[in-house]
């Protein structure tokens, strides 16, 4: 079955260091893509999402480009800020799957 | 604006009740979902509806119950007989049309705690 594996957390950066939050994925077919942020206390909100292969999704200065031979995803900005505190969620929806698979989450914390 | 409204926000239970989370969109979505989601942990989907008077089980599907009488609306039902119900449950809502991309948004969530 369809599966997605993050890099375990928490991450503890400064304030405008680089982030990398690894995903990579098994599926059938070509799936989409998709990372979620949660702020604490909050639901999920989706961040940017890249539905074939060497699409970029990116939005607020996070990107993360969709690496079909390595099936890969990997979330990446290049200057964090505090207010980026929060957990990650990298998930999938694999051709006509009626729901999303998700990642176990990766809890950031930024540092000033 | 258009959204998905969970109410309560915060809910206390005693052990043995059932207690009811509301879940209402206005996104004109024709998918809807529970999640449940426990401290440090990832999401899991404990039910799942496509269309009005329809819902499929999900993964940790024992001990609740869903109904889905309005498009708009699919509350969930923890019941006496879910084990450990002190969690944070999140509703979340799609489009499911074929080439749709079908990611979904989600409510702020409700904390249920059973005293």
């Known amino acids: 079955g369809d599966s997605v594996t993050q890099m375990e957390g928490p991450v503890t950066l400064s304030e405008e260091a680089f982030l990398t939050i690894n995903c990579t994925y098994t599926a059938t077919g070509y799936p989409s893509l998709f990372w979620y942020v949660q702020y604490p206390g909050e639901g999920l909100q989706l961040l940017l999402k890249a539905t074939k292969a060497d699409d970029k999704g990116s939005n607020k200065g996070f990107e993360a480009t969709y690496r079909k031979e390595t099936t890969s995803f990997h979330l990446e900005k290049g200057s964090v800020q505090v207010s980026d505190s929060a957990v990650y969620f990298c998930a999938l929806r694999s051709g006509s799957a009626r729901q999303l698979t998700f990642g176990s989450g990766t809890q950031l914390t930024v540092l000033p | 604006d258009g959204g998905i409204t969970q109410s309560p926000k915060y809910l206390f239970r005693k052990e043995g009740q059932n207690v009811t989370l509301s879940c209402e969109q206005n996104l004109n979505h024709d998918a809807m979902y529970w999640y449940r989601q426990d401290p440090g942990q990832g999401l899991r989907l404990i039910y799942y509806s496509q269309i009005v008077n329809d819902f499929q089980k999900g993964d940790i599907a024992e001990g609740y119950s869903v109904s889905r009488e309005k498009k708009e609306s699919f509350p969930l039902t923890v019941t006496s007989a879910q084990k450990n119900p002190t969690a944070f449950y999140l509703c979340?809502?799609?489009?499911?049309?074929?080439?749709?991309?079908?990611?979904?948004?989600f409510g702020e969530g409700s904390r249920l705690t059973v005293l």
């Open positions: 979340a809502s799609s489009i499911f049309v074929t080439g749709n991309t079908g990611e979904l948004f």
